[in-house]
């Protein structure tokens, strides 16, 4: 190696220089390396050196570190010092456990709460094999047809992120990818592209490409994961700053998702949070969950979970003692309800006909609901939550009412959550109400059906996942919305219950109609 230097007309890396160039990779990259890379350091960086007309290894770590004012040349540095091997299908193993056990279990969860959206991350994609292996399996797997499967890839490396937008690849690059894959994904070049073949284009706007340093958080990368691929990239880093990617894998998973490492990496005294399956699989552990001493998962018992009374299981809505004890009155809608605390010691606020909460501290957020509907929204990043309880009496839809109706209560909310921190991209929601209660009181009972239908398609239209809902029915519903984790609790209520409240919507409809009765023309005053 220092012969090939030698060759270019460059002195030789001295020890002074390396630690310089080390240090300066290390803060800006968080690879680490020691002492036995002092010659790759020397190799790779030697064509910038002839590339700037620059003799010595000082000289340049000079010209990086004050004369490059963009910081052009600190990326290319960084670009000439990463490893990028990668290949199709490498570890099989981590597909074969998509294929045969978490696709499965995917397929199973939606079946009980409706929800069929994938999302997955591969965190150091290099020039794009793993994330199109991705997309491919993801592709062939049947039962995922019809789902909405949002793909990102990133890397450091500037330079590989675009080979692996372009999608072309040598032949011999893709001799591992089956050759039912290779006819359905691959298109063979052509004159001066023979001997290369081509993602298709089905298979590239599946993934979004990115350029990440994991070392530089917060990311830019938001919401929950399924998935995320983090492959022979921890190897370069040290124990503190694996420590802090994993941190923020966890932090970017749902509970129950997979973060995939390498074969030679390991996360054991790394993350408690993370529960290895086999190989270089693991499971992040759901709230709740325990280490034990001998390093195996067990559920922590709650008392809430013993004494909950006997209420149904809803699709993602959890249940909870403190419901069960809870009182049913309708007074419940008065504005000036007091609040409680639940059993971790936090506020409780009642929430009325028109009211809109939000908050960015962990505190209970409590509603009943007949006919109308309220909405939780969640980030699961930034743990910042909010609802809201409003009405759509029929004839009144279309009017510019306040936060009692459907549009005008959905912005405040979601403007609410915003102001407190959230990333609208991160943004999740749950939907309950619209109990058909109003029969008895005179009301049409079109009002359930389109307060059902407006929030589902008002979610849709702003892009926010409908993650878990309870509308429809007959009963109306207690619902507390706890705004860190997102948990929406929910109690159906007694038939007495049922009379008093679609009375007492009725009542409130009657009031806000009675205020779009204009006085007559004598008696306005124009000022």
Known sequence: ?????????????????????????????????????????????????????LTTYGDYYALVTQRDRNGEELRELINAITTNKTEYFREPHHFEFLCQTYLPKCIERAKATGERRLRVWSAGCSTGEEPYTLAMTLKSFAPLNGWDIELIATDLDTQVLARAQAGIYAEETIAPVPDELRRRFFKRGKGDNAGKMRVNEELRSMIAFRQLNLIQQPWAIHGLFDLILCRNVMIYFNADTQKAIVHGFGERLREDGYLFIGHSETLHGVHQIFEAQRGTIYRRRRAGEVVTPGGSTVRSP???????????????????????SARSAPSLLRPNAPRRRDERGLGRVNVIIGGVRASGTPIELRTVLGSCVCAC??????????????MLPDGL????MPT????????????????????RRSLQAKAFGAAHVLSDVGLSAAVPRKNAQ????????????????????????????????????????????????????????????KQLILPQAGSVELF
């Open 377 to 390: 929204i969640h980030d699961p990043v930034a743990k910042i939550g909010g609802i809201n309880h409003f």
């Open 397 to 400: 839809e279309d009017l510019a």
């Open 1 to 53: 190696m220092p012969d090939v230097v030698a060759s270019m007309g460059l002195s030789a890396l001295t020890d002074p220089e390396f630690i310089c160039l080390r240090d300066l990779i290390l803060e800006h990259s968080g690879i680490t390396l020691g002492d036995s890379k002092k010659q790759l350091v020397a190799s790779r960086l030697a064509r910038r050196l002839r590339l700037h007309h």
């Open 454 to 513: 407006f929030i589902k398609e008002f979610l849709k239209a702003e892009g926010i996942p409908l993650v878990s809902s309870r509308l429809g029915g007959s009963a109306p519903v207690e619902v507390v919305f706890v705004t860190d984790i997102g948990k929406a609790l929910v109690r159906p209520l007694g038939d007495a219950v049922a009379r008093d409240l679609a009375r007492e919507e009725s009542r409130h409809d009657l009031e806000i109609r």
């Open 404 to 423: 009692r109706f459907g549009v005008n209560a959905m912005e405040v909310l979601i403007n609410s959550v915003l102001k407190l921190g959230a990333d």
């Open 302 to 324: 709650s008392p809430a979970a013993a004494s909950a009374a006997n209420l149904p299981e809803q699709p993602g809505i959890a249940s909870r003692a403190t419901l069960a």
